[in-house]
């Protein structure tokens, strides 16, 4: 994972579309249905119906300043992203998602423009990301301005799942 910085304005802005900071009921629904098909899209097991719900109500609960914003496309969140205006005055923006139809338009673009604007009128002046290092967002974060600083690796032990083969005489091949 690659660590980015933005320590200068944030090119471009949000229009045509609507970014707001996710505060009624309704709203936590529509970002609960996307942050199900982030998951999904990502490998996790999406299918039990309360894991989104848990996992936003933990997300809000772990810090509060956490704030999750939705972008919207014709009335309808189709993206989501959180920010926390962080500590030492550096904040932090994460978790951007795009609805897979909704991509390639800008919304990822307008969605990050509120939460880094509100991260600084909390208090901070750099704003962090992190990105797959070899991810296509690393490249579109790059483009409008943040720059890496530091690489987070972890490593991961695959399981097998072939069966060692056994030859005739009984020793594996």
């Given at each position: 994972m690659l660590v980015m910085v933005l320590e200068g304005p944030l090119p471009g802005d949000t229009a045509p579309f609507r970014v707001a900071h996710l505060t009624r009921d309704a709203e936590r629904v529509?970002?609960?249905?996307l942050q199900a098909l982030d998951w999904a899209e990502g490998g996790s097991d999406s299918r039990e119906p309360d894991l989104a719900a848990a996992m936003a109500a933990a997300m809000r609960a772990k810090a509060p300043p956490i704030r999750c914003w939705?972008?919207?496309v014709g009335g309808v969140a189709?993206?989501?992203v959180w920010s926390w205006p962080g500590l030492d005055g550096v904040g932090q923006v994460e978790s951007l998602f795009v609805h897979p139809e909704f991509r390639h338009r800008g919304l990822a673009t307008a969605l990050l423009h509120p939460p880094v604007r509100d991260c600084r009128d909390l208090g901070a002046g750099p704003v962090i990301i992190v990105?797959?290092?070899a991810g296509t967002p690393r490249d579109m974060y790059a483009a409008m301005g943040w720059r890496a600083v530091a690489m987070r690796?972890?490593?991961l032990r695959m399981r097998e799942s072939r069966t060692t083969a056994v030859a005739v005489?009984?020793?594996p091949r």
């Amino acid at each position: 994972m690659l660590v980015m910085v933005l320590e200068g304005p944030l090119p471009g802005d949000t229009a045509p579309f609507r970014v707001a900071h996710l505060t009624r009921d309704a709203e936590r629904v529509a970002f609960e249905v996307l942050q199900a098909l982030d998951w999904a899209e990502g490998g996790s097991d999406s299918r039990e119906p309360d894991l989104a719900a848990a996992m936003a109500a933990a997300m809000r609960a772990k810090a509060p300043p956490i704030r999750c914003w939705l972008g919207y496309v014709g009335g309808v969140a189709r993206g989501y992203v959180w920010s926390w205006p962080g500590l030492d005055g550096v904040g932090q923006v994460e978790s951007l998602f795009v609805h897979p139809e909704f991509r390639h338009r800008g919304l990822a673009t307008a969605l990050l423009h509120p939460p880094v604007r509100d991260c600084r009128d909390l208090g901070a002046g750099p704003v962090i990301i992190v990105a797959d290092a070899a991810g296509t967002p690393r490249d579109m974060y790059a483009a409008m301005g943040w720059r890496a600083v530091a690489m987070r690796r972890s490593y991961l032990r695959m399981r097998e799942s072939r069966t060692t083969a056994v030859a005739v005489s009984g020793e594996p091949r």
